[in-house]
């Protein structure tokens, strides 16, 4: 039945991740089973409004979901599903607009440093935690009201005000066929990841594994890499063991079969900031001269189109990327709030 389906797709968002699978296998047999029986009993299938009024008297998937929660001294099963959903959101905004909050005021200075963007970093994790604090504050207390005194928790919507007709569709890799990511293709892009970060770190040193032959040619000419161009190599390297940090916790949290959504949107907010710092530099000196007195005059028109080319590049690719950046938070955001309508 794919009312059915629908309802155990939205209901199996809010189940302990370690366990999804199995819950939902548990769950799904259980409910066939009293469909059978209940259809055993009439002596014909149930009609779509029948199987709608039988989905609804199940009660919201959020409160199926919550029966299997673990217990929580803190927080718990009741609103747990709740808070757990609320966290994860904030903590995702609160990423996306620190980092957008951090990147205007760097460039509001109009030089922008390694240093400020290793502080604006180091930031982060202070602004998650007290994010994380408050969402966590806020629940415990209602917590707190319901289990020490007559207050009753308020279900998130009256029961007849939520209908199985809301539940999303099934996604769209359920609905094609289409297999999840396997554990090897999660493995060997972890370890493409891997291999990719030790080949950028050995750039430095050993710029031939960048530019082959043309590292010759980089040794006898005039110009060399400016400063901002080692801040950004840097930028590139913290990207990249992020992503691989990213990559490895979905491996050990048994969540490789779909990336996550949210990963991809702040990697593509977190993307932008060694573009930024390209764009930044004073006078565009991303690319300087060896001997700057002795060729300056030979070379200063030719230093001057290499920097102007590199800085055209760098906001065309900044431009394209910001786009997509919006349109991902957006399209999020849009998915994000209709899942949970349509599964309260």
């Known amino acids: 039945m794919d009312l059915l389906d629908r309802y155990l797709q939205a209901a199996k968002k809010h189940l302990p991740w370690q366990r999804q699978d199995d819950i939902i296998a548990e769950l799904k047999a259980n409910l066939e089973s009293q469909l059978e029986d209940k259809e055993a009993e009439l002596g014909r299938p149930l009609t779509a409004?029948?199987?709608?009024?039988?989905?609804?008297?199940?009660?919201?998937?959020?409160?199926?979901?919550?029966?299997?929660?673990?217990?929580?001294?803190?927080?718990?099963?009741?609103?747990?599903?709740?808070?757990?959903?609320?966290?994860?959101?904030?903590?995702?905004?609160?990423?996306?607009?620190?980092?957008?909050?951090?990147?205007?005021?760097?460039?509001?200075?109009?030089?922008?440093?390694?240093?400020?963007?290793?502080?604006?970093?180091?930031?982060?994790?202070?602004?998650?935690?007290?994010?994380?604090?408050?969402?966590?504050?806020?629940?415990?207390?209602?917590?707190?009201?319901?289990?020490?005194?007559?207050?009753?928790?308020?279900?998130?919507?009256?029961?007849?005000?939520?209908?199985?007709?809301?539940?999303?569709?099934?996604?769209?890799?359920?609905?094609?066929?289409?297999?999840?990511?396997?554990?090897?293709?999660?493995?060997?892009?972890?370890?493409?990841?891997?291999?990719?970060?030790?080949?950028?770190?050995?750039?430095?040193?050993?710029?031939?594994?960048?530019?082959?032959?043309?590292?010759?040619?980089?040794q006898a000419s005039p110009f060399k890499p400016g400063p901002v161009l080692m801040e950004f190599y840097w930028c590139v390297v913290a990207l990249s063991l992020i992503q691989l940090g990213w990559q490895c916790l979905e491996l050990a949290r048994g969540t490789w079969q779909k990336p996550s959504k949210a990963r991809k949107n702040v990697m593509q907010v977190v993307g932008l900031i060694p573009l930024v710092l390209l764009l930044t530099v004073p006078n565009h000196a991303a690319v300087l001269l060896k001997h700057p007195a002795l060729d300056q005059a030979r070379y200063g028109v030719t230093l001057d189109t290499v920097n102007m080319s590199i800085y055209r590049v760098a906001l065309f690719i900044f431009v394209i990327a910001a786009i997509q950046t919006i349109v991902g938070i957006v399209n999020f955001g849009i998915g994000s709030y209709r899942k949970r309508v349509g599964a309260i």
């Open 49 to 218: 409004a029948e199987a709608e009024e039988w989905i609804k008297q199940l009660g919201a998937p959020i409160q199926v979901a919550a029966a299997y929660q673990p217990q929580r001294y803190l927080i718990g099963p009741a609103i747990f599903p709740t808070y757990w959903f609320v966290l994860r959101l904030a903590t995702v905004w609160c990423t996306i607009i620190y980092s957008i909050v951090s990147a205007v005021q760097i460039l509001s200075g109009g030089i922008a440093t390694s240093d400020q963007v290793l502080e604006a970093v180091l930031r982060l994790p202070g602004a998650l935690i007290t994010t994380v604090a408050w969402v966590t504050f806020v629940f415990a207390v209602i917590e707190y009201a319901v289990t020490h005194s007559n207050i009753k928790c308020m279900p998130m919507a009256p029961p007849a005000a939520w209908s199985p007709g809301s539940l999303p569709p099934i996604a769209k890799d359920s609905a094609t066929g289409k297999r999840p990511r396997s554990y090897a293709q999660a493995v060997v892009e972890a370890l493409t990841g891997f291999f990719l970060l030790v080949w950028i770190l050995l750039i430095p040193g050993h710029p031939w594994v960048l530019m082959g032959p043309g590292a010759l040619y980089l």
